[in-house]
T-cell receptor, first 117, second 115 residues
Framework: AQSVTQLGSHVSVSEGALVLLRCNYS??????LFWYVQYPNQGLQLLLK??????LVKGINGFEAEFKKSETSFHLTKPSAHMSDAAEYFC???????????????FGQGTTLQVKP | DTGVSQNPRHKITKRGQNVTFRCDPI?????LYWYRQTLGQGPEFLTY????????KSRLLSDRFSAERPKGSFSTLEIQRTEQGDSAMYLC?????????????FGPGTRLTVL
């Protein structure tokens, strides 16, 4: 079965500091991996995705993530945090192993990013 | 294109009542997903439609839950005899389904509170 683990349910950084949100996956097949962001009382918005092309993926709002097969990781980074980055971030893997092959997403538990002025 | 819409945005009900939520996906998206998100957790898959066919249901979807997607357009999720444990955010997502790597577009969700 495929799964995702996000290390750290809360991360706090100062404005302008590096953002690092950790995600490790488990998959018996090459995975499709996603990072979504959720602002309060809103749905999820895609930041970026990995689909077996380039291992360094650039997304919206200055975020990027690197797929490392040897470490089974897909950590999300941003060089300089902005106040508007405060939100909940979810790492997800597309279920490619399930019998119905629906592409449903399996999410991690999420990481709340706090940005201090 | 206005994105995925969900109604109502909030629903407060008493235990034992029935509730129905609606999801309008992006036009021409043939895949539609329902997820449930409880406080402090990531979304969990409930069910999936390809056009009008419901092709997968999670074991989280007890017999009190039913979902439909008539004509392959909007979808409804009904919960009968609601319980306090049903309190959650119910999210709908859609995509074109051309590839399993395709992004899912999420609606704003319906927050259910069962008193």
């Amino acid at each position: 079965a495929q799964s995702v683990t996000q290390l750290g349910s809360h991360v706090s950084v100062s404005e302008g500091a590096l953002v690092l949100l950790r995600c490790n996956y488990s998959s018996s097949v090459p995975p499709y991996l996603f990072w979504y962001v959720q602002y309060p009382n809103q749905g999820l918005q895609l930041l970026l995705k990995y689909t077996s092309a380039a291992t360094l993926v650039k997304g919206i709002n200055g975020f990027e993530a690197e797929f490392k097969k040897s470490e089974t990781s897909f950590h999300l980074t941003k060089p300089s945090a902005h106040m508007s980055d405060a939100a909940e971030y979810f790492c997800a893997v597309s279920d490619l192993v399930g019998s119905s092959n629906t592409g449903k997403l399996i999410f991690g538990q999420g990481t709340t990013l706090q940005v201090k002025p | 294109d206005t994105g995925v819409s969900q109604n109502p945005r909030h629903k407060i009900t008493k235990r034992g009542q029935n509730v129905t939520f609606r999801c309008d996906p992006i036009s021409e998206h043939n895949r539609l997903y329902w997820y449930r998100q409880t406080l402090g957790q990531g979304p969990e898959f409930l069910t999936y439609f390809q056009n009008e066919a419901q092709l997968e249901k999670s074991r989280l979807l007890s017999d009190r839950f039913s979902a439909e997607r008539p004509k392959g357009s909007f979808s409804t999720l009904e919960i009968q005899r609601t319980e306090q444990g049903d309190s959650a955010m119910y999210l709908c997502a859609s995509n074109e389904g051309l590839a399993l790597s395709n992004e899912q577009f999420f609606g704003p969700g319906t927050r259910l509170t069962v008193l």
